[in-house]
């Protein structure tokens, strides 16, 4: 069989033009730039800060940074929850998913290249087409084809290479969603690990509270029974001793759901045991701030990093759509054999070529192309837009916690001393209860009054935990990034 080669010819002025005008046709950097907002500075915030002791001049957060905390069971259950959390686990597979859809992007820029082959049967008509232009064909014959077909598509003007980067960067954006995953399960974990430790601690001044309550209340019974006081006081003695036992059923609910929040997080089930003896974690002295928190904040927190990939992305799906206003050349090609029997199928004079060049180019679509870049640039400013909103609410977040900081530790230091006062009030007191000074009752009522100011002492020592981990969060919790294309 002769050698086949089909050709639909391209006008040579017009492939020379399409050749010399191929470029990568993307957003300028003056469009990628225009509507992002200057980076406000918290420079203000953060010397304020320093003046007081509870802030101190330092470095970021660091990967591990549960291991300030010198807890062995806070580790052991960040690291569980970063291995076994379900949420976790799941926005892990939206990284494989991204990374499949970057290869499959990726494959536009390559020749295609498939393996046909069929035997087809049929039977001529006698007096059909085939039959009167060649008799000798056989009435019930099988046409066999075995080829291989190649596609390639030029990709003169990148539409396939912004393609492929726009994966890269959905792909990039799923990695730092991921990073954000982990950093909200791990604070998250931490929250109700601080949470369960301080109410192991209010349960016990609860306890203490109740025996307190109760003592004082029997000492007043026995004092009515010699009538020595009226029956209102013990009435209202008893009612304090039934609101502290109403304290103790809150706080056992509380650490059972606790308890059944960090086994969730950690990904177990919620009545899987917990070590209820260990001691308090240890909270840092000061916190720290790192120098150029408005500059460099941008690198540190995955959500924001996420945000720019994302942005990124858009960008090159706006270059992707410009492509479509320019032709699509490309071509078609196949090489293999032909013949009417398996017999003489491989012999050289059944071969078959043939190559299809092609070209497309759009004269008229009724604004379709141009309404579909406007709409990927409508897409790109948006995210744009989202992102300028997240940058002022994440140096919200650092700006607040320094102030909230301020005002926690300097809180917390003033209770200290509080309670320090009422320690010696109420051993005061005892000296003077055992020299006959003062009765049983105003030692009661000064031991419940320490126990009221250490209850409030927990809950300001609680909310120390939650600012220090609160401010790893919003630094990006060891999170660190080279930074996106986002302004080139």
Not at 158 to 164: A, C, D, F, Q
Not at 250 to 263: F, M, R, W
Not at 286 to 302: C, N
Request: one cysteine or more; aromatic letters at 10%.
């Amino acid at each position: 069989m002769p050698l086949l080669f089909t050709c639909k010819l391209i006008p040579l002025p017009l492939l020379i033009l399409c050749l010399l005008s191929s470029c990568c046709i993307s957003m300028s950097k003056k469009e990628r730039t225009k509507n992002f907002r200057p980076t406000p500075s918290l420079k203000e915030s953060r010397e304020i800060a320093l003046q007081t002791p509870a802030f101190k001049e330092g470095n970021w957060p660091t990967r591990q940074w549960w291991e300030q905390y010198d807890s062995k069971e806070l580790t052991c259950l960040i690291e569980m929850a970063l291995k076994n959390n379900p949420s976790i686990l799941a926005v892990r597979e939206k990284i494989n998913f991204a990374q499949n859809e970057s290869i499959i992007a990726r494959s536009a820029l390559f020749p295609l290249i498939y393996f046909d082959t069929s035997d087809q049967w049929q039977y001529l008509s006698q007096t059909g087409l085939f039959r009167n232009l060649n008799p000798n064909i056989p009435l019930n014959s099988s046409q066999i084809d075995f080829s291989l077909s190649f596609t390639y598509e030029f990709d003169f003007w990148y539409k396939y290479r912004n393609l492929y980067n726009a994966a890269l960067g959905r792909q990039k954006a799923a990695i730092a969603e991921s990073a954000q995953v982990d950093l909200i399960t791990s604070i998250a974990l931490a929250q109700s690990y601080f949470a369960l430790r301080t109410n192991f601690v209010r349960k016990r001044l609860y306890q203490e509270l109740y025996d307190v309550r109760l003592n004082y209340f029997k000492l007043q019974e026995r004092l009515l029974k010699n009538a020595l006081y009226s029956k209102l006081t013990p009435l209202l003695s008893e009612e304090a001793v039934f609101q502290a036992q109403q304290l103790l059923f809150a706080i056992n609910q509380e650490l059972d759901v606790n308890k059944h929040i960090i086994n969730i997080l950690v990904g177990r089930g919620p009545d899987t045991p917990l070590c209820p003896e260990e001691a308090l974690p240890v909270l840092p002295l000061q916190m720290a701030l790192p120098k150029k928190i408005s500059s460099d904040l941008l690198s540190r927190r995955p959500d924001l990093m996420a945000q720019i990939w994302r942005v990124d992305a858009l960008a090159y799906d706006v270059g992707a759509a410009k492509a479509e206003f320019w032709p699509d050349i490309n071509i078609t090609a196949l090489i293999g054999f032909q013949s009417l029997s398996w017999q003489k199928l491989f012999q050289w004079i059944n071969n078959t070529v043939g190559a299809t060049p092609g070209l497309s180019l759009p004269l008229y679509t009724a604004g379709m192309i141009g309404a579909n870049v406007d709409a990927k640039k409508a897409s790109y400013n948006e995210a744009v837009f989202q992102y300028n909103d997240l940058i002022l609410k994440s140096l919200q977040q650092v700006a607040d916690l320094l102030s909230i900081g301020r005002a926690i530790y300097g809180e917390k230091e003033r209770q200290s001393q509080i309670v320090a006062n009422s320690t010696s009030r109420y051993n005061l007191t005892l000296l003077r209860k055992k020299k006959g000074i003062d009765s049983a009752l105003i030692a009661y009522q000064f031991q419940e009054e320490l126990i009221q100011k250490k209850l409030e002492d927990v809950e300001l020592l609680y909310q120390q935990y939650i600012v220090s981990v609160s401010l790893i969060k919003a630094l990006g919790g060891g999170y660190l990034c080279a930074g996106g294309s986002l302004h080139g």
